[in-house]
């Protein structure tokens, strides 16, 4: 690659959210076939800059040279990426954006990627555990709680997921009962 790609100068003021995944390179000029996290996202078109962080390591930053296609299937292409060898060199690689170019929320809205690690409370405001992690499924994200050492997996519906106080830390969520925990293996090596 290139000198065009630029490191990771100020990175450490930069907070990072992912978009995307790096599935394989395509034809012969360094584009790059990347899924979408959100199928829905019209984001990436409108940035100038990502930054490709490799499974395990540190990210770097790369100029957008195009984004074209739609769905979860887009092709990428960046600057100091100019052969297919190159571009399946970053196979695996994750696409994330600085979060100053997200777009502002509405009122009630709410990014998924601000829900781990806030904590997690009842409808009568008891703390019960905190959010772990989201997975999107096609059909609904949900977020994993864990309460007690039991896993759970929240549907972001209004029955269950009654309501988001990012600002203040914390969830609501509501008729548990209803959805089957998990217990959570014993981590090896964790005491």
């Given amino acids: 690659m290139s000198d065009a790609v630029l490191g990771d100068t100020g990175l450490a003021d930069v907070e990072l959210v992912e ?9 012969l000029a360094g584009e790059m076939v990347i899924k979408l996290f959100n199928p829905e996202s019209e984001l990436l078109p409108t940035v100038r800059e990502v ?29 100091g990426v ?16 600085a979060r100053t170019v997200l777009p502002p929320l509405e009122e009630g809205e709410y990014y998924l990627v601000d829900l781990p690690g806030l904590k997690v409370r009842t409808p009568d405001g008891a703390v019960i555990g905190h959010v772990e992690d989201v997975i999107e499924y096609p059909s609904v994200p949900s977020l994993v709680i864990i309460t007690e050492g ?8 209004p ?27 014993p981590l090896k090596g964790k005491r």
């Fill in 19 to 27: 978009l995307a995944a790096i599935v394989r390179g395509h034809a």
């Fill in 82 to 97: 100019a052969t297919r060898d190159q571009a399946d060199a970053l196979r695996g690689h994750v696409v994330c954006v």
């Fill in 150 to 157: 039991i896993v759970r997996e929240v549907p972001d519906l």
């Fill in 51 to 79: 930054y490709l962080r490799p499974p395990g390591g540190e990210p770097r930053r790369y100029d957008v040279v195009s984004v074209r296609g739609g769905g979860h299937n887009v092709l990428l292409a960046l600057t």
């Fill in 159 to 185: 029955r269950y997921l009654v309501e988001v106080r990012v600002a203040d830390g914390y969830v609501v969520v509501d008729h548990l009962d209803d959805i089957e925990p998990v217990k959570l293996a």
